[in-house]
């Protein structure tokens, strides 16, 4: 393909040689405006989930610039934005804690080659499989579990954050040293950013009924109401920050702040492939075996937040699953080289980015260089921002992400979809989102198994017409081992329709549900499989089909109908004789001379 | 149940009480035969066995006489012989290498309460939904696992056995000691009992043509080939021993020997709670935790084991599984009581007693009758048995197991199943056989995600008729999550017939499989879904069919034609106002009056 059509090639990898041809001042204008706005909101954010990770919270800032950067030339998406994101910064501090950066940078590094890999090789649509339960269970317990990691963050604490459970039980283990100034001021900018968030949610001033003047002046209001909202991470963050400034004397303060930050851009460097903690040194290899299942499910957790953002802004346009994850593989590889943690499209900023009017992917471009700006020149005041006011940050935003919406709608429309969420959501809570995420997979793979295992088989009892009475039974599409042992019982109750010996649970219901009327006892019976539709089978329910036509042939027939060539073959392979037919052949007396025919095989 | 029926609970639990009633003196002949044959096939199997689970040959015997008592009561099956079985006893060394026997005795005991708890609960029946080429992988892999791990025995050398792998490192790693004497002892035991098998299989006077007497006489000599071939193991041990018996002189020997074997029958008395290895002692639980994941993965593949072989013999009855793995549990806690290794049926024994013409399960009682006689009486011998000759039982027994057959088989029937098969086969050779197992059974649900991500959906489109031209699918059983984005592509490509935007490899092998007429541009188009034999879809399943509505409605409806309630109800709570009709309403010009409707419902 490569060689087939460079030119093409070139401007998938590329989207912005497309977009870029129509590239006009108004979509500008609506570019600036909401880079600008997510700034706002990616700047404190970044801090923030870089404290969430367990890394100084300048690798959240380098992870802001290079990745928009890259996405605005790569991405296919408007409103993605690239950088930290809850819950990878969540997966990061699970893997790398008690390490030191270089581990944070490296995993960020490993994940994007894992998803360059993913991309090309077309393995990262695999996560498409992972159904809508899981992944809202996952994102609801991981949005809890964020919540209790700061909630040390928010009273001044300080302990050791992990699971959901482990996070509370650490936390009533020092629950008595909770710092007074800290907690007001948490309490104090949680109060003011939910308030911000229902007035640009809720509060709009009526335009409706205005004369030109009012209505214009209308306008505007809602438009500063909506700005104010969508700025209350950076305002708070602001205040708080001048707060701290205002009350610090003499190197006492009443919070805990953030501390030194360094000053300026990162130096580019290639990816850490070897670093020291203590006199330890470790090797790449060394760093990989620590990171361990994280080079898999951190990846493939990225991919499955991308994706689903992609999908929810993509309102029925068709979706470049390939070309997003190769994006978000080259996003992460060259951050790596500006000393990155990891980076990945998040859902509120992209909701942010949506309501600003943003364009085109070239929002990330003057999001970035304001990032830059902030690197440059204000660093040095960040040394003030209190850690309540990052913790309240980080709380408000994951809290938007715990969905107890969708329990209603299942419970109306899908109940066993229940059992998947709910499974997800505590065993995430419990053993960690990394594990619960498996759990919830094999939850979906169980059910899969189970709705498998009783395939459509459409068993009738004809005894009108010119036929002879016989069963029918029409099996669609594909037929495997799930539905084996289903199948069997089912078509050998039809034999034996009395089972003496203790039925179990599971064979009574069968029978209940079957609904077949008694066969007549003694006489020939036949059963004629219609394959128009059946596709194919595997050989766990070949052997089971052998096992069936040997117990049908001491009292009756089965004949197979209208079977295509490679059914025939298959049957063939287990069988001694088959008997095909077509449904000209069933119109005839062809099951009575089968009958005397024994097992010949009568194709036509 | 207990209550309602306690009569028939009881008759289901002990079907002796059913059988015994038409117990015949021409059934207690058939079933003494075979019971003495497998006793001469179970004694030297089961010290053989011991020593492959790294324990005392003695926990062989022990494991032999109660479980055929015990099943005789409880089984279903007359040709299962209880006690030890190869796969069981490479499994009991994986988990209790490097402890004493009691934790091989405990591990029994708890795999017992896991047979009942999974019998009782039903849990069990799901090892049915493994399919059978993941369980022909499994088991050729063991048969390799177990025949290499024994060829230190048949050398005379030792080393630590491990997976197929490492036990051939390892062998390596000492060639250069192997032992000459034991090494012909092995090839003489290995040649006889190879001998002796194909004799019994395959050399036969014939019978026909002959007259009485002659036909007497050959009838005599094909039963004595017949029993020499079965009595193989026992004679060929016998004989090797006899050899290292005379041949020993002052405490001097050739061959390495099994050494003292702790004579008279096992102390009656609880399964150790508590053991201990050198000074440290060992609680129940802390036995638990070294026994970790085998605590499910023995009792899951004994289940399977003893299922698989139930069925074999079945002959077309109906399989009482769960009564069966009740026995099996019972037979495992009690067996407990005397110091025995895990028991489980035996394939190779089970076919013994099936050509020894066994009549019931009570044959068992004749079979344990004799095992206790040998650990009353014949102990004292067994120092004198030769390794190599225990070595050579084992690999002879074992090597049978390995099914190539079944590769020419699934080439011509049902190549994917080829994928399972193998991918099971080497991961329990590399990693070992239970982990080999687990791969396995995720191989096999990766496989049913993919057909499942395949549904049957029947697109159409009808231009004929009185109905105005529009698509119809015909979508038929569950439709799940694996599916969802299949669906949406399929019916989205309707809308787009071209795709500009680089479409991956999967949308155009969609496209040209899909085979559908390329349909008028800009005109409405109309999707007419017949759910009558839909019957449940999953909330991501529902999901997807919002976001294509909402991309049909932009130039055309889609129409839900003879929706059941539940379908109904799952529809309204994900679309505004479906189109709900029946087959009259088609017929009638309802598709063209929807259009002008707009959405709204038109439910008849």
Known sequence: MLIMRPKKVILGLFPILEWWKTYTLESAIGDVIAGVTIALTLIPQSMAYAALAGLAPQYGLYASFMAPFVYALMGTCPQINMGPSALLSLLTYTYTHGTNADFGIFLGFLAGITHLIAGVSGIGSL???????????????AALTIASSQVKGLLGLSYVAGTFVKSWRNFFGVVHKTRLMDSVLSIGCCTTLLTLKTIKEHIKVNTEGLNERQHRRAVIINRFLWFVGVSRNATVVTVATVTAFCVYKDIKTPFLLTGVITPGLPAVRPPPFQTSIGNTTYSAIDMMKHLGSGLIVVPAIGILANVAIVKAFAKGKKVNAKQEILALGVCNVISSFFQSMLVNGSFSRSAVSNASGVRTPGSGIYTGILVVFTLLFLTPYFYFIPRAALASVIVCAVLQMVDYEILRTLWKISRPDMITLLGTFFSCLVMGVEVGLICGVCIDAILLLYYNSRPYLDIKYNDTGSLPAHYSIHPIGGLHFAGAEYMRSKLTALLHPKVDDSPSHRDQEAASTANIPAPTPKSTKFLV?????????????????????????????????????????????????????TTKDLGSNMIVTTESQGSSEAEV
């Open 529 to 581: 499989v219609h394959c128009d539709e059946l596709y194919r089978m595997d050989y766990t329910f070949l052997q089971d089909i052998q096992m069936l036509v040997i117990d049908w042939s001491r009292t009756g027939r089965v004949i197979w109908c209208n079977a295509k060539d490679s059914i025939k073959n298959q049957l063939k392979g287990v069988l001694t004789n088959p008997v095909f037919c």
């Open 127 to 141: 996560v498409e499989y992972i159904s809508v339960p899981v992944v809202s269970g996952f994102t609801s317990a």
